[in-house]
């Protein structure tokens, strides 16, 4: 993947230790000493900032986890010690997924107060933001103290779809199925009550991740036939818009299982017909790399941009449901999942995508948002971007998200990453919210992904156990 990274700051970056010290520069080029492969190829693109003064200032940058409060601290290096060794990551999985199967109230963990206490020290505390609104405001607060530029919120409220038994489970819903049968359907309603509360916790520049298929069956079922969503849900959705715009804010629509994506790419992409007006972003769709058809859905959802002259909001994940998508659908390697994720973002960020920016076709207007916990992708990203802008040439606008609790190496590893203005990209933490059994599902989903990144993890582990002794020996030393 050539031209995308600036040659002099990767160097500064590589310096610094925002990139992990096992990356190194060669011959313009980031590669990794273990493993000796070439990641981007660095073009010839002068710098505003001289070498010597940022190689000074790089050098006297704090580590990147220096600015979590200690106890935050303390709990990420508990949970990355289980999350980092598979001997102690796979039974916690397999608690975790045990309790989110309904088993009377024994072991129901909103009812039972030992299971809900223990689960709430550790892993809710660490991946989710609170069970009510104070906690919630607290949290964010503390998440934006650190120098972030924000915060990502989603309600947990979601369904479940298990693609081997086509099965449906709606989870920790309090209604009854013959509800749903009513002229105004409960689940909705109950869904949309919660996506308000959490519109109302949002600050000016912050963004809504709604899930849409907490919205209960009437919705899923309507996304996984083809058609439309009931009225109530679309004048729902189109409150918490507006709302959104209100608060000067932006939404997010959050990715889901493959059963349910063709009518949420639809429905979204309704929204942004309506309010990403003015060369302005304020509905972007999600999009999920590891899936192969991804790159050719993003086309054609910018040939309707285009046509209709919307702002496209383009937000890329890998994904998140490899254990209930079809395996089918997914790349065969996650070497083909990252290819596929760097190569839209380059395509989008030098605007020559699929057709789009070559032969005098118009690139549509489309603002970026990466989600990713991958280091190398984010620094590409970022410098590649800082490159086209100093070379003066056409960009467009990308920002980042982590996870809470995941990847807080990558996020303030960005911050650190200034532009010749001095000013730091983006940086965003997803934070959910609910009771525990609402966020129980999404913790079992950030457990198998630690499972399935231990190596990443580790990496995270012994930069939380630098930062711990760098404390202690300066509390002695």
Known sequence: MSNLLCRTPVAQRARSGVIPRSFVVFDGSLRNSSTGTTLEKAPSISSSITTARATAKAATAPPAHSVLPTKTLLRSLLVTTISSHRA????????????????????DVDRNPVIHWFLKKTFYDHFCAGEGESQVRDTIGQIKSTGLRGVILTYARETVQDSSTNQTKFANNKVSQNETDTQSCEY????????????????????????????????????????????????????ICQRVVEKNAR???????HSFLGGIHNLTLDMMRKYNQNGKAVVYNTYQAYLKS????????????????????LKLVRGAYMRSDPRHLIHDTKQDTDNAYNSIVRGVLQQRYQGFGENGRRFPTTDLFLATHNIESAVAAHELHQARLQAG?????????QLMGMA???????????????????????????????????LVRRA??????????????????????????????
Request: hydrophobic letters at 40%.
């Open 408 to 442: 807080d190496g990558v996020s303030f590893g960005l911050l650190q990453l200034k532009d010749q203005h001095n000013v730091a990209p983006g940086v965003y933490k997803c934070l959910t919210w609910g009771s525990m059994g609402e966020c129980l599902g999404y």
């Open 251 to 257: 939404l997010l629509m959050d990715a889901e299982q």
């Open 88 to 107: 102690l990551l796979v039974p916690c999985l397999s608690i975790l997924s045990f309790l989110t199967k309904p088993r009377g109230t024994l072991l």
């Open 393 to 401: 040439l056409p960009t467009g606008r990308v920002e980042f998200g």
């Open 188 to 239: 909705i309603q109950a869904w949309r009550e919660g996506v308000l509360k959490t519109v109302d916790m949002l600050g000016e520049g912050d963004f809504l991740a709604p899930k849409l298929t907490g919205a209960g069956p009437k919705v899923t079922e309507a996304f996984s036939s083809g058609q439309p969503v009931p009225a109530q849900m679309f004048e729902a959705l189109d409150e």
């Open 294 to 313: 991804t790159p050719s859905t993003i086309a054609a959802h910018m040939q309707i941009a285009d046509q209709e002259g919307f702002t496209f909001g």
């Open 448 to 477: 198998a992904e630690n499972r399935d990144a231990v190596s990443r993890t580790m990496t995270e582990h012994l930069a939380l156990k630098a930062e711990v002794k760098r404390r202690v020996r300066a509390v002695f030393w």
